[in-house]
């Protein structure tokens, strides 16, 4: 998507859930919050957050981006 991936509704309701933000995909929808970001903006930031935090949550998200994406995108969480 050439304008960056953004939260949809059904993706902005899975993060109101209690302790959806602190799975792998919760994490990831939540960066989204402030804005649609691209493909390159996102992996600059978990490439980032890794650097920063060291957690080993992080670094798994961050390998996994392009899985994490294509699911969100076929669960209809982002668009």
Not at 32 to 57: C, D, F, H
Not at 62 to 71: G, M, P, T, V
């Amino acid at each position: 998507n050439p304008f960056g991936y953004g939260l949809t509704d059904l993706g902005k309701q899975f993060l109101t859930y209690n302790g959806s933000a602190e799975s792998d995909v919760g994490k990831f929808l939540s960066t989204l919050k402030s804005g649609r970001k691209t493909e390159a903006t996102m992996k600059s930031q978990w490439l980032e957050i890794v650097r920063v935090s060291k957690q080993g949550q992080n670094m798994r998200i961050y390998r996994k981006l392009d899985d994490l994406i294509k699911f969100c995108l076929s669960a209809g969480f982002i668009d």
